[in-house]
């Protein structure tokens, strides 16, 4: 008895190349939108500190089993797995832990003049210091004397005679 090979149905076969194709595609987009959201949360990640006391970013926290660190990673995971906005979540961390939770703090109000301070006050000192150099460099090295010879009126032949007097005053 021979055996003929069943001959598949042509719907089937475009329904299962359909269906194939489907779930590939799927996942073309689907891998990129998850490794976009941990790029995300990378870059998120690194606007805060990581609150154990190591002083480090919060993504780059070296502490072996940091239960801090990973509940933060969690808490930030979630609120961009909800859609909430960077500046929602960093309400939420600033909420939790308070101003210092960014690794860089906020370039408004108080935090802005203590940014611009080092920088304005380092401009500052270099002018006062190019001001004094070139002060320097214009007065002259000597004054000549005030009571010079020339100044009282006192003649070269007077000059030299009384050179040679203090010549045989101070000879002996």
Known sequence: MTKTAPRENPARVFLLTAVL???????????????????????????????????????????????????M????????????????????????????????????????????IPGVSLAIGALLVVLVIRSWRRRPSFAPAAGSAASRGISPEQLDRARKLAERETED
């Open 73 to 116: 990673l969690k808490e930030l995971d979630q609120g961009i797995a909800r859609g909430d906005s960077d500046d929602l979540i960093s309400q939420n961390f600033v909420q939790e832990f308070g101003i210092k939770v960014f690794s860089e703090p906020p370039k408004s109000g108080f935090n802005r003049v203590a940014w611009l």
């Open 21 to 71: 194709l489907a779930t590939a595609a799927a996942t073309l987009f689907i891998l990129p939108a998850r490794a976009q959201k941990t790029d995300h949360a990378k870059q998120l990640g690194g606007k805060f500190m990581c609150m154990c006391g190591c002083n480090q970013v919060l993504t780059q926290c070296n502490h072996v089993g940091c239960q801090v660190s990973a509940a």
